[in-house]
């Protein structure tokens, strides 16, 4: 059962005298994790102690905190960064918020493990409020808006956003170009099949295999970036299921028609694995989604490729349609223990603001890391405006900022996780069916994709109205 499931009880307010399987797991979970805390280092008088998971972040910050720590005063403090594993600090976020122990002054979380903040009553969010602080000193206008979506529940946001991660499609420039074919005549993504369908190779000439587009049936972040590309989501602004949409519907017939049968044109080549390193290595798929902070993993692990490839916006679901979409984040929040006194916070506050939206920071991100800052201030500056050789001298820098305004807003639910599995679920299935008969028309296809989103849609509306304060009805909004 995942965390998810199970931390949803912890609020639930059943009359029953007995603590069900998931309470008792919930206590148990409070309990290690209040230990660990307790078992932590000591801090030292006046140390702000930051929790988070990504070592690649933390490359980035350290010669920030030497600055802040050599130039900081008593009353800020110094910063003792405290790197560990994501199912550590995911563990011990829940422990400290479920038992209101202290645990971090500052705490670095990505989106799938922040929204397990959002499960009970507004009141009981383990991260302080940020809402009111950021209109009052205009920061509101100063972050790209979209980027504030997935640390927002019930229209109060509980984190500084870490990034935009546009998502665009990198192709392989040397094959595309020598065969003639001009990516600018590409805007929809039956476009994508028309122009790119010629230098699919199926098997049958000798040559080796070919396709176009790299793309399991399974991959439930790719078929996410997709469904918010497309206008769809898994739950709306009222915090209501919505697998069911026709939206979602119409990407989960496409998705299967290029994933299966004889005219399929995607095959799986697995990111952050050797054996999908050497398929795109080789040429087997074409193109790739494209967040930001892929061009860095594809840099240093498929370094062969450099001055091969290109970046091109998305193809459109339908004409005039959004070219981008989105892939990951993560975020800076400060948990309300620590955030006790108006001091404390201020305190916190502006480390915070120092790390996270400093121009020093942003430009730190893009060149380590590849990854677009969602500070507005800082997108003139002319590192975006580079030419990166792993793509073909392009100024991707740019390219992604021209696209950080269009990308999708998301919903903060504590649920995603579960939903989306659904919707994985409901295409592997619908995959499954058009093995099992001759090629299905789209139309057809949509009609059993309604179907089994709509059994999904059920799934998690049962788990939805487990919770009293996020149920149908309930007039919220993640």
């Not at 040429?283 to 840099?299: E, H, K, R």
């Not at 060149?367 to 500070?375: D, E, F, Q």
């Not at 849609?457 to 109205?465: D, T, Y």
Request: glycine content about 8%; overall charge neutral.
């Amino acid at each position: 059962m995942a965390i998810g499931a199970q931390a949803e009880g912890r609020w639930a307010g059943r009359d029953s005298g007995a603590l069900s399987f998931g309470a008792w797991l919930i206590v148990l979970v409070a309990l290690a994790s209040s230990a660990a805390i307790l078992a932590a280092p000591s801090r030292k008088s006046g140390d702000v102690v930051m929790w988070a998971s990504s070592t690649e972040h933390a490359t980035i910050y350290r010669p920030i905190f030497e600055r802040w720590n050599a130039q900081s005063t008593p009353e800020l403090g110094t910063v003792d960064l405290r790197l560990m594993s994501l199912p550590s600090l995911q563990r011990r976020m829940l422990g400290s918020f479920l038992s209101q122990t202290d645990s971090s002054d500052l705490m670095e979380v990505e989106r799938k493990v922040a929204g397990l903040a959002f499960l009970g009553p507004i009141e009981s969010v383990g991260f302080a409020d940020l809402t009111d602080r950021l209109k009052a000193e205009g920061l509101m206008e100063q972050i790209n808006k979209a980027s504030f979506s997935p640390w927002t529940s019930r229209g109060r946001i509980f984190g500084l956003p870490h990034d935009v991660h546009a998502v665009m499609l990198g192709y392989r420039a040397d094959i595309v170009e020598a065969a003639g074919i001009d990516v600018s005549k590409i805007e929809t993504w039956d476009d994508f099949e028309r122009v790119m369908g010629p230098l699919i190779e199926r098997g049958e000439t000798g040559k080796p295999p070919r396709f176009l587009l790299n793309m399991a049936g399974n991959n439930g972040d790719h078929l996410e970036l997709l469904i918010l590309q497309a206008g769809g989501g898994v739950f709306d602004d009222a915090g209501r299921v919505v697998i069911d949409s026709p939206v979602n519907a119409k990407v989960l017939a496409t998705v299967a028609r290029w994933c299966v049968g004889p005219d399929r044109i995607a095959e799986d080549a697995p990111n952050f694995a050797a054996s999908g390193n050497k398929l795109k290595a080789d040429g087997y798929v074409l193109t790739s989604f494209f967040p930001d902070w892929m061009g860095a993993i594809w840099a240093k692990e498929i370094a062969p490729l450099s001055g091969k490839m290109k970046l091109m916006p998305l193809p459109a679901w339908e004409k005039g349609g959004r070219r981008t979409s989105v892939w990951g984040g993560t975020m800076l929040g400060i948990p309300r223990t620590a955030a006790k006194t108006p001091s404390d916070f201020d305190r916190r506050w502006t480390l915070a603001k120092n790390l996270y939206l400093s121009r020093d920071q942003a430009i730190g991100l893009w060149r380590m890391g590849g990854i677009v800052s969602p500070v507005r201030a800082c997108w003139s500056d002319s590192a975006y405006d580079e030419p990166n050789a792993y793509f073909s001298g392009q100024a991707v820098g740019r390219m992604y900022i021209n696209l950080a305004e269009r990308i999708p807003m998301r919903s903060s639910s504590p649920y995603n996780t579960e939903a989306l599995a659904r919707v994985v679920k409901a295409l592997t299935d619908l995959c499954e069916d058009a093995k099992r008969s001759a090629p299905l028309p789209q139309s057809e296809l949509e009609r059993l994709a309604t179907i089994r989103l709509k059994s999904a849609a059920a799934q998690v509306n049962e788990l939805l109205n487990r919770n009293e304060f996020l149920k149908v009805g309930a007039g919220v909004s993640p």
